[in-house]
């Protein structure tokens, strides 16, 4: 078995592995390896062709092929190294990567910081348990955006959608664009999941029938999709059989959410939150064992690809440090948890001495949307330490609160941070 070593290793060459490796190199870290399953590097972004990326890191408007090249040419300037068509297979004790391509067969890479970027994957129709055959027909929205949009191949003529995550409703706009009829677009939600800027340029804008508290109960079809059988539901979700309908299409698209990559961070033994399904980490996105770091989709969906290489770059920075000066201790740590109408919070756990060296965010979704004198708090033993008022508050739309270091010596006793989000 080939042996390889370097400082700091990523896996995964998304928007969230080229600026953990970049932020990486720019600390100080001397070989930093990037590791990619597939045979281009950036991720998802390649085949994202529309715009709205980077407004906040660029303050420009980029497509994803843009904004994936200029991280890929930041990265490469700073000499990071990559290895492509490479699978990693295990993480083992150390940081030690079992990995394996064509070129070099089976091979150790030992890291003395790793860095999780493995992103996240689409909730399949398995996933759903919907009742009906299995034609050909049924795809989810990421599988139907590279067949068009990379490999020139229209996967249908008239097309329904279940779900309204923000992929699902941007291949709306990109299907009707292509010339393809949308029949509808059925969310089991009475709200949808994805932001509201996709909500109106690609649903509204385009006259796409959108059916909220609605759902999928049976695909018809055998060779092919021929129609769904399509009901509205209940406060619980349960369809009512007397509102059931049949909608004629040849395509079911899936954009029912998307699920954490972490079967290597399982594998490694780090702990998962089972809200978020990806890895518990600290206000320096450091997992729960040493030296291993994880930024990105990989720890929870964020609603854009600017905050995913926010996190990335503190991520790589922290692999750097801990390269550099060896683990450092500690100290106390502080649970961060969820309270009233709060679904998840990341990080779940703070360091009270960290906030005395720089600011920190808190990031989470609410469970029921909110309108109108919203305020979001962090209390410290019940004593509040934040309240920020909001527009607004939506399940599809993160928030952040940040901690300042002027709040270090109230939280350096407290047993627990709580974050709250409600009316006054």
């Known amino acids: 078995m080939r042996s390889l070593s370097c400082d700091v290793a990523?896996?995964?060459?998304?928007?969230?592995?080229?600026?953990?490796?970049?932020?990486?190199?720019?600390?100080?870290?001397?070989?930093?390896?990037?590791?990619?399953?597939?045979?281009?590097?950036g991720g998802i972004l390649p085949q994202c062709i529309h715009n709205g990326f980077g407004l906040e890191i660029f303050k420009e408007d980029l497509t994803g092929p843009e904004y994936a090249t200029r991280w890929m040419r930041r990265?490469?300037?700073?000499?990071?190294?990559?290895?492509t068509e490479t699978m990693v297979l295990e993480i083992g004790e150390s940081r030690t990567l079992v990995a394996t391509n064509e070129r070099q067969g089976l091979m150790c890479i030992r890291a003395e910081a790793l860095v999780l970027t493995m992103g996240c994957r689409e909730r399949p129709r398995g996933a759903l348990a919907i009742p009906g055959s299995r034609p050909a027909g049924i795809y989810t929205a990421g599988t139907a955006q590279r067949l068009i949009n990379i490999e020139g191949y229209m996967p249908g003529e008239r097309f329904v959608i279940l779900g309204s995550g923000d992929i699902g409703m941007i291949m709306a706009r990109h299907l009707v664009l292509e010339g393809a009829h949308v029949a509808g677009m059925f969310e089991i939600l009475p709200h949808v999941s994805g932001l509201r800027r996709n909500l109106v340029q690609c649903i509204l804008d385009f006259d796409i029938p959108l059916h909220l508290s609605a759902t999928v109960t049976e695909v018809r079809g055998r060779q092919r999709v021929e129609s769904l059988m399509v009901s509205e539901v209940d406060g619980e979700g349960c369809p009512l059989p007397e509102t059931e309908r049949e909608v004629p299409c040849d395509t079911l698209l899936l954009s029912v959410g998307l699920i954490p990559e972490n079967e290597l961070s399982r594998q490694a033994g780090i702990p998962i939150d089972p809200v978020t399904g990806g890895p518990y980490v600290d206000e320096d996105n450091a997992t729960r064992v040493p030296g291993i770091y994880a930024a990105g989709n990989v720890v929870h969906v964020y609603d854009l690809v600017d905050q995913v290489t926010r996190s990335a770059l503190r991520a790589g920075r922290r692999a750097a440090d801990h390269v550099r000066r060896g683990p450092e201790p500690a100290g106390r740590r502080i649970a961060v948890e969820a309270g009233e109408n709060v679904r998840h919070v990341v990080p779940q756990h703070v360091h009270p001495q960290a906030l005395e060296q720089h600011p920190f965010t808190l990031e989470f979704r609410v469970r029921a949307p909110l309108e109108c004198a919203v305020y979001a708090r962090v209390h410290a033993d019940g004593e509040t330490l934040v309240s920020r008022r909001l527009r607004y508050a939506r399940p599809s739309e993160m928030i952040a609160v940040t901690l300042k270091p002027d709040l270090a010596s109230r939280i350096a006793e407290a047993e627990t941070l709580k974050v709250a989000c409600a009316h006054a």
């Open 10 to 41: 990523v896996i995964g060459s998304g928007p969230a592995g080229l600026a953990a490796a970049y932020g990486a190199r720019e600390r100080g870290a001397e070989k930093v390896l990037v590791v990619e399953r597939g045979g281009e590097l």
């Open 75 to 83: 990265a490469c300037d700073a000499d990071v190294e990559f290895l």
